[in-house]
């Protein structure tokens, strides 16, 4: 038995779900190669990207994350001491100006108030009780807080996002609407078999990758020709067993 992302553990054999996603897993890798996310320079940019990709495109994101930069507010002390009106011109590329930059604040204020105004100090903590803290946190949803804890603070969680619900459901590994814990829990298991101190490293490739695939292939619309997993469908994978 080995320990998942919260803290339950999973026998060593998977479910056929599971196991196709690793399948799914091993295709993606073997089609794009190592991702390499998240693209920043340190923690707090990559805490700071997951705030502003939220509902907009990450080339929204690369505009105001520069405009950060040129500021000086792209790290703790920056951001604190940054008047909330000029965040919110900084930020605007990312659009919800308004609202991401009320939440970055939170956050700021929260990590000075909890822990000392530090993320290596906040990362310590263990993994539930920090998804805890920053799920109260406003602008802060299941997905955002995955984002933080895995890219930023380097904690074994899935990022489960609609690309990866797309693919679940299209592979008839997922209903069409599952909750964000049972897609987590399914890709988890995907990895029951890694030791531990691995899950980081698998969680980020696997979500990265999953990314990609839906960028390129599984949009609202699939896109089936090329896609790296199309032989694994259903219907491709009853024709070939056949």
């Known amino acids: 038995m080995v320990l998942t992302v919260s803290g339950r553990r999973s026998v060593s054999k998977?479910?056929?779900?599971?196991?196709?996603?690793r399948d799914i897993y091993e295709r993606l890798l073997g089609a794009y190669g190592p991702q390499r996310w998240w693209?920043?320079?340190?923690p707090f940019e990559t805490v700071v990207g997951a705030y502003l990709v939220q509902n907009t495109s990450w080339r929204g994101v690369v505009r105001s994350i520069a405009n950060l930069e040129e500021h000086g507010a792209l790290d703790i002390?920056?951001?604190r001491t940054v008047p909330?009106?000029?965040?919110?011109l900084m930020i605007r590329p990312s659009g919800y100006m308004m609202r991401k930059a009320s939440a970055l604040k939170a956050f700021v204020a929260f990590l000075d108030a909890e822990h000392g105004g530090s993320l290596a100090l906040l990362g310590?903590?263990?993994?539930?009780?920090?998804?805890?803290?920053l799920l109260a946190l406003p602008g802060v949803g299941p997905e955002t807080a995955d984002a933080i804890l895995l890219y930023a603070l380097g904690h074994p969680v899935m990022v489960v996002d609609e690309y990866l619900r797309r693919i679940a459901f299209r592979h008839h590994l997922a209903p069409e609407k599952p909750s964000y814990t049972s897609l987590q829990r399914l890709a988890e298991a995907a990895?029951?078999?890694e030791r531990p101190v691995s899950l980081p490293r698998?969680?980020?490739e696997f979500h990265a990758l999953i990314v990609e695939a839906g960028k390129n292939h599984c949009g609202p619309r699939p896109r089936c020709q090329g896609c790296p997993l199309a032989s694994l469908l259903p219907a491709n994978r009853t024709l070939q067993e056949g």
């Open 14 to 21: 998977q479910h056929p779900a599971s196991k196709r996603l």
């Open 39 to 42: 693209p920043s320079h340190s």
């Open 77 to 79: 002390g920056g951001m």
């Open 84 to 88: 909330v009106e000029e965040l919110r």
């Open 124 to 133: 310590k903590q263990p993994t539930a009780i920090v998804r805890q803290q």
């Open 191 to 193: 990895f029951a078999n």
């Open 202 to 204: 698998h969680f980020n």
